[in-house]
Nanobody, 122 residues
Framework: QVQLVESGGGLVQAGGSLRLSCAASGRTFSSYALGWFRQAPGKERELVAT???????YYADSVKGRFTISRDNAKNTVYLQMDRLRPEDTAVYYC????????????????WGQGTQVTVSS
């Protein structure tokens, strides 16, 4: 069982930066693949980025070159550094954990956090 708690959301102007954190419980954190997803008002939840248990990363085209996912297994934490934010990045951001590496489909993620709001003003 893994419990995930996100933090770091807030209000930022376009062009600014935020760093989201997701702290996980459980002794086997390092064996999980981790992902960040987001859901904007009136839209379906979508993949933002993933990082495998070995540190390989994947990004949605919409955030490539602006967002960076990383993990610190010693701290049981995954991060999402978001730079050059745009109003269209406004959403609730969720972290999730999967027992399988290389997964981009939401149904492959077993554990989810409660989400943190990110609002980017123009």
């Amino acid at each position: 069982q893994v419990q995930l708690v996100e933090s770091g959301g807030g209000l930022v102007q376009a062009g600014g930066s935020l760093r989201l954190s997701c702290a996980a419980s459980g002794r086997t954190f390092s064996s999980y693949a981790l992902g960040w997803f987001r859901q904007a008002p009136g839209k379906e939840r979508e993949l933002v980025a993933t990082i495998s248990s070995r540190g390989s990363t994947y990004y949605a085209d919409s955030v490539k070159g602006r967002f960076t996912i990383s993990r610190d297994n010693a701290k049981n934490t995954v991060y999402l550094q978001m730079d050059r934010l745009r109003p269209e990045d406004t959403a609730v951001y969720y972290c999730a954990a999967s027992s399988f590496d290389g997964q981009t489909e939401q149904f492959m993620y077993d554990y989810w956090g409660q989400g943190t709001q990110v609002t980017v003003s123009s």
